[in-house]
């Protein structure tokens, strides 16, 4: 045999066969959804979720996950949409393979909401498949054709908003409202006296000086339970309070949505659009004398207005110029000072009058002394106003309430010096001889009165801040939808 033979080579193909592929079984789930609570809508829904599950399980190679159905919730957000959320969750727990819908504006009318939720599909790696619009999106074309049909849903659906808004404001114009359910009402505006007993309870011992936190524990404590059996809290109460239809009016369109894909309630201040107050539309639980009375205190009391203008906003009134008087705060204490007039913010640029500062512990006292309360409506009953007389500010004139009743005098106490309203102060040099030296010391007096020694700069220096801060406070005029009580900005030290 030859040493050089090259080996001989098989040219042999062995041919490898595929098994074949198992058949995989598709996930399939559907998304219904409704956006009212009609009964021909109710009808639509079980329609549409009877036809998914035959067409599911008739498909071959197809198994039914779920059907995920939201009934009567706009397509506007998915936040209250219960089903929808729960259909993502279990797309990200693995469960779901083929999503059934049937339109866009079914799954979301917001398109920024729709091209979100439908990329995060297609990462987990779910389709969907939308009937009306014969869109799937495990095509190429989808998000093109998804954003054109997307845009189309967003833009009839704001359309359909102000259609609505129109009718809806109509309606206002003519002083109809739909009925919606109101403690102490039954349907029709039939009182249901048991509620209506703890509205006026509400109302009275706001009146009579009670703080919400206050009638809300004597109300729990009383197990005067709301319509839900739920506790009262401070927000209910107040908004009890507010409530112009238990004084037997109807105030329309205090809130509007602004913007109709998130479905934003906003509060209707300073009218932007048309307001509508109806009188006496239906029969009242308090009277208007009693529900305008609230209004004011509520308005006195609130803190988003600066300093709270509760008890004598109103009734103490300035003795040099006749305006308001207005309350203000300075460690802690509180105190009342002319408020002026007219559009300036600082008050030295409203008034004339010069900077005092009254104590309003001391007026308290004084009223205390002869039997008047010190709370709003109670004093508002008896009295007409309170002044002091022109450079006298050791008496509190009041003017009671009646024809024939005359004005008196109350003497006012301040604990002197650094509460007095008004102090002047005057010093005189005096020569001393002190360890057989000839020296001038200066003394201070306070309306007179001579400052024990040692507390003379401490005196002084506090009431010159005192006025200063009466001089320079930020007086802001009321807005117009609002009552004519002033902002008082800052509060003070």
């Avoid at 000072?337 to 559009?343: A, L, S, V, W």
């Avoid at 005192?466 to 009580?485: A, F, K, T």
């Amino acid at each position: 045999m030859n040493k050089h033979a090259m080996p001989s080579l098989t040219n042999e193909v062995v041919m490898i066969e595929n098994s074949a592929p198992e058949k995989k079984i598709i996930r399939v789930g559907a998304y219904c959804r409704v956006s009212t609570n009609l009964e021909t809508q109710r009808k639509s829904m079980d329609t549409q979720m009877a036809a998914y599950e035959r067409i599911i399980q008739a498909h071959p190679g197809w198994e039914l996950v779920d059907i995920y159905a939201d009934q009567g919730i706009s397509g506007t957000s998915v936040r209250s949409r219960t089903e929808f959320l729960r259909m993502m969750e279990d797309a990200r727990a693995g469960k779901l393979d083929y999503l059934l819908v049937k339109s866009i504006s079914r799954f979301s009318r917001n398109t920024v909401d729709l091209l979100s939720f439908v990329r995060e599909l297609s990462d987990l790696g779910v389709r969907v498949f939308f009937e009306k619009e014969r869109i799937d999106t495990g095509e190429l074309a989808s998000e093109f054709l998804l954003s054109v049909f997307a845009a189309a849903a967003q833009e009839e659906i704001i359309s359909l908003s102000n259609n609505l808004k129109v009718g809806i404001r109509m309606r206002y114009a003519r002083g109809e409202q739909h009925w919606s359910n109101v403690y102490g009402y039954r349907k029709g505006w039939v009182i249901e006296q048991s509620e209506a007993d703890v509205i006026r309870c509400i109302f009275d011992r706001y009146l009579n000086g009670s703080t919400l936190v206050d009638i809300r524990r004597e109300l729990n404590k009383r197990d005067w339970s709301k319509q839900n059996k739920a506790q009262w809290s401070a927000t209910t109460l107040s908004n009890v309070l507010h409530n112009e239809k238990y004084a037997g009016d109807l105030r329309m369109q205090k809130t509007f949505i602004d913007n109709p894909l998130t479905s934003h309630e906003a509060k209707n201040r300073s009218s932007i659009i048309p307001q509508y107050y109806v009188r006496d539309h239906h029969q009242a639980i308090v009277s208007h004398e009693v529900f305008d009375t609230v209004q004011e205190i509520l308005t006195m009391r609130d803190p988003s207005r600066g300093v709270k203008q509760y008890p004598f906003y109103g009734l103490l009134k300035c003795p040099y110029c006749g305006m308001n008087m207005v309350r203000f705060k300075r460690n802690k204490s509180a105190y009342w000072t002319c408020g002026g007039q007219g559009d300036a913010i600082i008050r030295e640029e409203r008034t004339k009058c010069i900077p005092y500062a009254v104590r309003e512990d001391a007026l308290v006292q004084a009223l205390a002394s002869a039997g008047y309360p010190s709370d709003y409506a109670p004093l508002k009953a008896r009295i007409v106003s309170m002044t002091f007389p022109r450079w006298d500010w050791t008496h509190l004139k009041v003017i009671p309430s009646g024809a024939e009743k005359r004005p008196f005098l109350l003497p006012v106490n301040y604990e002197y010096p650094e509460y007095t309203p008004y102090p002047v102060f005057t010093e005189k040099a005096r020569e001393c001889n002190v360890r057989g030296e000839i020296k001038v010391i200066r003394i201070i007096y306070i309306n007179g009165n001579k400052i024990r020694s040692g507390c003379g700069n401490y005196t002084r220096n506090f009431i010159k801040l005192l006025q200063q801060q009466v001089n320079h406070m930020v007086i802001r005029p009321p807005e117009d939808y609002e009552l004519n009580i002033p902002r008082i900005e800052p509060e003070g030290n």
